[in-house]
């Protein structure tokens, strides 16, 4: 006993020893949370001054044999070293999207599975967080356990963080080869083709760095553009998206083409993987993989009044973009302007604000936050921003449909100028634009308010708002196709869905508005119905029509001709019951609109049956008849005689 | 009457049995001109009504009733009556392109002679029969049709003899749409049309070339079975007598073509499966 109380001693200090040096490693393994990745992880680690480091083998792994069974799996493993805390040797990455064959084969003492998805798989080495040697990216389609195609893949090698000698990107449709100069600066000619087709090329030509050219060849048809002209101050930047819309900018605005590039593509799809990569590492250690391309652009210093007029701008933009959200937005004032004439003009003046003012904004907003407005023309950006001329202060809308207008203008119009190209000139657009917005959103907010009171009423009026909306693209879509016919039916439908809008817009007592609301959304849904099978009608009479021909040879022509047969159902069909149909629908109202629908429906399908019946006695009966409701019940009579 | 029973009776038995007898009136001596004379053109209308009625799966009845008018000093074109022609035929559809028919025509040939003092009206008899094969072209149809009679006739004058002639005819003919893409009802269509008309027999000796007919003429194929065409004929033939004239003729033409089909719609359907 006392032996063994000696040991115990022993032991106890001996753990204690350990603890005490805290640089010794230690085991984890159990689960782990990294960004969005939940697995099971085995790492070591240190603990140097109360914080806890990675040191050492890491690995971090999901994949689920239930899930997969069941549905579908996301796999993911990563695997790796660290060198206290910060990522360093080798590592791979794999990420899998998987669905089974639900079919088992028993091999040897295993149960083995089919699998087929996508995997993508990243693979190469760090050294103090940065990419240093061969660096793989490949995603996969995998049919039956098998890669079926190769949907992208990038070779590039670094040296301590920079890209070196030459890389090679593809994807399913272009392949990429290009080369840089030691300090990671793009340079000559970057190759590429397409997959299929070996003749169709882009070549991007770079000198150290600058990137002087693009030369497409399509069809054995070869384009080739400038792009940066020479300049007498450059700057080196990473060629990443912000590089990619700099040089769309600059070519759109040189060239007045619309800039779309596979090279482009592939940098983008690569950039995203390697962000992918870089993110999740991040979350563990300090890390920079990045591909780290690097290229020259002009650069148009910019002095600290413009930098602080683009911030205002950026500022302004936000803050006149969230009012028109809200107010574009709002489901109860897209009820309210219905009835109201002066919310319906503050409404559409905030559209064209938003449209004129704030859209090219968005496209500065954008560039500033990519850091590129420095390395374009100020002057080319406007007209680029604004190709058909910056917006007035006064701002003109149509309110009715009687096409009468309305102007909007601020007060203090006179202190706006929007004349020059300067970041004055952007900043006086921006600034006008949120004024508007602000003074807009303030006469609109009484109505605005009531929202509040009406918070039940909410969900059902977002609802209202969609399915009018949907009912107004269906009609708007149709028309254009259908016979000038079918023109007032259809705005009919159109008219009565805005004219309940506005009455129900126009009720005060909530309770009426809710069993008001509800009522209309099932008209409205009645009225998609018959603008469906309106719309459908001209291909289904057609239909019917031809369904009621017979092929008759002629002798003297030699030649087989289309003959209608059983004509007096026809004619009562095309003649009788498809016009009273178009009026019917040009007065149709919530009540009879789902009655109006079955009519419709019933009626052709009538019609294809009475092809093949007997209908002598009926077509002796139609031949006086000329009441399309006599004609209706007629056809419906001969179903029922038939089945007696 | 009497004598015109005879006629029939004689004409059945000489199906198989051909003239050899009726050259009576090629006695007379013949000068022929030192040129080719060409007479006057006389003008006609014709108003013809063409029926083929099916009566079988692949069989019709071909019902064809020409009325003729040909000019007299007075009026051109519809002065007096020339012919009534009856023509009847079985036919036979072998195919939806091709067609035969084999049948009788008895056509009633009036004096159009306002001088003569002979007969008014005389009969003439045929018995004929019809290959016909269609071919689509383009948006337009070709037809070839031979047709292939055997006639007798006599003059007006009082107890002529028949003589006997055999007819050998091609006719081309395009049938044009031009307001559609195919011939199909509610379309109007051009139809330009040649016909050479060759004829042999004993009282055949100089002018083999009976006639040749040159026709444009426009058509509406009101439905499937009904169809109306105008047109306009110029021919031109040699004279039986004497080879060395020839006759011109200027004739309007007005057509009704149907077909209907008595059948039972179940023995109709389906048409277009002729083959099948």
Redesign the interface.
């Known amino acids: 006993m006392i032996y063994f109380k000696k040991r115990l001693v022993l032991l106890i200090s001996m753990v204690f020893l350990y603890h005490s040096y805290g640089q010794e490693k230690q085991q984890y393994n159990g689960p782990l949370e990294v960004g969005v990745y939940k697995g099971k992880a085995a790492y070591t680690y240190v603990v140097t001054e109360q914080d806890t480091l990675y040191d050492g083998a890491f690995q971090l792994q999901s994949s689920n044999l239930n899930a997969l069974l069941e549905e579908a799996d996301t796999s993911f493993l990563m695997e790796g070293r660290f060198y206290k805390g910060t990522p360093s040797g080798p590592w791979h990455f794999q990420f899998g999207e998987f669905q089974t064959e639900s079919e088992s084969k028993l091999v040897g003492y295993e149960y083995r599975v089919l699998i087929s998805g996508q995997q993508e798989e990243g693979r190469g080495a760090l050294s103090k967080g940065k990419p240093d040697g061969k660096w793989l990216y490949e995603v996969n389609r995998i049919k039956s356990s098998e890669v079926e195609t190769t949907l992208f893949s990038s070779v590039i090698n670094f040296k301590n963080g920079v890209p070196q000698q030459s890389f090679q990107m593809e994807n399913d449709s272009t392949v990429l080869v290009g080369r840089f100069l030691r300090n990671g600066l793009a340079h000559d000619e970057w190759t590429s083709y397409a997959s299929n087709d070996l003749e169709d090329t882009e070549n991007w030509i770079f000198d150290e760095g600058l990137l002087q050219e693009i030369n497409w060849t399509t069809d054995g048809i070869s384009k080739k553009i400038s792009v940066f002209a020479s300049h007498n101050s450059y700057k080196t930047i990473a060629l990443n998206q912000g590089y990619i819309d700099l040089l769309k900018a600059t070519i759109t605005s040189e060239n007045s083409i619309d800039f779309k590039s596979d090279v482009a593509q592939l940098l983008a799809e690569n950039d995203g993987y390697y962000a992918k990569l870089n993110g999740i590492l991040n979350e563990m250690g300090p890390t920079e993989l990045t591909p780290n391309f690097k290229v020259k652009v002009p650069f148009y210093e910019l002095d600290a009044q413009q930098k602080s007029d683009i911030d205002q701008i950026a500022q302004d933009y936000k803050t006149a973009k969230s009012i028109s959200d809200t107010l574009l937005h709002n489901s109860h004032l897209n009820i309210v302007r219905r009835s109201d004439a002066d919310a319906q003009y503050r409404y559409e003046v905030v559209k064209k604000i938003d449209a004129d003012f704030l859209q090219p904004l968005s496209t500065f907003a954008k560039y500033k936050e990519e850091d590129i407005l420095e390395y374009m023309e100020l002057p080319k950006l406007m007209q680029q921003l604004w190709p058909s001329g910056k917006p007035s202060t006064n701002i003109e809308v149509v309110t009715d449909s009687t096409q009468a207008t309305k102007t909007f203008v601020l007060a203090n119009t006179g202190e706006f100028n929007f004349n020059g190209n300067s970041t004055k000139t952007v900043a006086a657009i921006a600034g006008y634009a949120r004024l508007s917005l602000q003074e807009l959103m303030e006469s609109l907010s009484d109505r605005l308010t009531n929202e509040a009171r009406l918070q039940a009423l909410n969900g059902l009026e977002t609802d209202l708002i969609a399915e009018n909306d949907t009912l107004v693209s269906q009609i708007d879509s149709l028309l254009p196709a259908l016979p000038v016919l079918y023109n007032a039916p259809l705005n009919n439908l159109k008219k009565l869905a805005d004219k309940s809008l506005g009455e129900y817009a126009s009720l005060n007592n909530p309770e009426e508005k809710l069993a008001f609301g509800n009522k209309l959304k099932v008209c409205l849904n009645e009225l998609q119905e018959l603008t469906g099978v309106l719309g459908a009608l001209p291909a289904t009479s057609e239909e019917i029509k031809i369904l009621y021909e ?14 209608g047969v059983k004509k007096k159902v026809t004619s009562a069909y095309s003649e009788i019951l498809i016009p009273s149909f178009l009026k019917q629908a040009t007065e149709v109202d919530c009540e009879n609109a789902k009655k109006l629908t079955e009519q419709i429906t019933h009626t052709n399908d009538r019609m294809v049956k009475l092809r093949e019946e007997d209908t002598k006695k009926l077509e002796r009966k139609l031949r006086r008849e000329k009441n399309p409701n006599e004609i209706m019940k007629l056809l419906h009579e001969q179903s029922t005689a038939k089945e007696n | 009457m009497e004598s015109r029973k005879n006629n029939f009776i004689w004409l059945v038995m000489s199906l198989l049995v051909v003239t050899g007898s009726v050259s009576a009136q090629e006695e007379e001596k013949v000068e022929l001109p030192f040129e080719s004379e060409y007479k006057e053109p006389k003008t006609k209308l014709w108003v013809n009504t ?1 029926g ?1 009625i099916r009566i079988g799966k692949r069989l ?1 009845w071909d019902a064809q009733t020409h009325f003729r008018f040909e000019e007299t000093k007075a009026t051109p074109f519809i002065g007096q009556v020339g012919q009534i022609y009856n023509r009847h035929a079985i ?1 036979y ?1 072998y195919s ?2 091709v ?1 035969f028919s084999l049948g009788g025509v008895v056509r009633i040939n009036f004096n159009t002679d306002e001088d003569s003092e002979d007969r008014n009206v005389v009969p003439e008899w045929r018995i004929w029969h019809q290959y ?1 094969f ?1 071919q689509p072209l383009y948006t337009a ?1 070709i ?1 070839h049709r031979i047709r292939i009679e055997h006639r007798w006739t006599q003059s007006f004058v009082e107890n002529s003899e028949y003589i006997f002639r055999n007819r050998w005819r091609y006719m081309f003919r395009a ?1 044009i749409p031009l307001n559609s893409h ?4 509610k379309t109007i269509y051009v139809s330009p049309e040649a016909e050479l008309i060759m004829q042999s027999g004993k009282a055949v000796v100089g002018s083999p070339m009976e006639d040749l007919r040159l026709t444009t003429t426009f058509g509406y ?1 009101a ?3 009904l ?1 109306f065409a105008t047109g306009l004929m110029y021919s031109q033939g040699q004279d039986l007598t004497n080879a060395g004239y020839y006759k011109q003729n200027w004739t309007l033409r007005f057509h009704m ?1 149907y ?1 209907p ?1 008595f059948r039972r719609v179940k023995n109709k ?4 499966h ?1 083959d099948d």
């Open positions: 017979d092929a008759i040879w002629n002798p003297f022509m030699a030649t087989v001709m289309q003959e | 063409y083929k019709f036919g559809i939806k392109k067609n016909q269609a149809m037809y049938k195919k011939l199909k009802p194929i439905t499937p079975r169809t073509y077909s089909d359907l389906p048409e277009i002729l």
